[in-house]
């Protein structure tokens, strides 16, 4: 099955820093990454829709300054996460819908637990 | 919007045994799907189960079933011969123009 690489796995950082978090496809392109966010034992929640090209679209609530989503490849899609504070800790996943695909075919990255102390 | 219902914080299973997951969902939508995903500690998300809302046969795979109501607007999961590996938390999920709406989870426990 295809694969969505997401790095890194695990992130600590100091408050005030940001950090990058990668999601990749790597046996498919997708023209549409999404941004999920999850507390724990809590559901995850949609944070942005990446379109490979073009700006993303943010879900209501979520800080685009904050939040700096780049999708610059049909491979490739960043969250930064700028001036991090302990309330930005959470896990983050990205999912994938390869290129040509309808509704049906997501894949999910293996997901990013960011601790900000 | 979308909202999908899951009323099952947490269920336990026997091993062997069979369990019902519930979920609901309201949509304005006649075609689309709906998922079953399965998060274990590693929370890596797995899908579980897929079902086209057109398709009126209930989808199947292996273990897992779901019981698809469209009327009702509601789709559930069934776990047969539960297995110490299936203990994990459990969404339902629809999706439209892409996007995945989540239910809230139901955390499942399967006793030796």
């Known amino acids: 099955g295809a694969v969505v690489s997401q790095h890194p796995s695990r992130v600590i950082c100091k408050s005030g820093t940001s950090v990058k978090i990668e999601c990749r496809s790597l046996d498919f392109q997708a023209t549409t990454m999404f941004w999920y966010r999850q507390f724990p034992k809590k559901s995850l929640m949609l944070m942005a829709t990446s379109n490979e090209g073009s700006k993303a679209t943010y879900e209501q609530g979520v800080e685009k300054d904050k939040f700096l989503i780049n999708h610059a490849s049909l491979t490739l899609s960043t969250l930064t996460v700028t001036s991090a504070h302990p309330e930005d800790s959470s896990f983050y996943i990205c999912s994938a819908r390869p290129h040509g695909t309808g509704n049906e075919k997501l894949f999910f990255g293996s997901g990013t637990q960011l601790s900000v102390l | 919007a979308q909202t999908v219902t899951q009323s099952q914080p947490e269920m336990s299973v026997q091993e062997a045994e069979t369990v019902t997951l519930s979920c609901t969902y309201d949509?304005?939508?006649?075609?689309?799907?709906l998922f079953w995903y399965k998060q274990p500690p590693s929370r890596q998300m797995i899908l579980v189960i897929r079902q086209e809302a057109y398709k009126q046969q209930n989808a199947t795979e292996n273990r897992f079933s779901v019981n698809f109501q469209k009327a009702a607007k509601s789709f559930s999961l069934k776990i047969s011969d539960s297995q110490l590996g299936d203990a994990a938390m459990y969404f339902c999920a629809y999706v439209t123009d892409y996007k995945l709406s989540f239910g809230a989870g139901t955390t499942v426990t399967v006793r030796a």
């Open positions: 949509t304005s939508e006649s075609d689309y799907y």
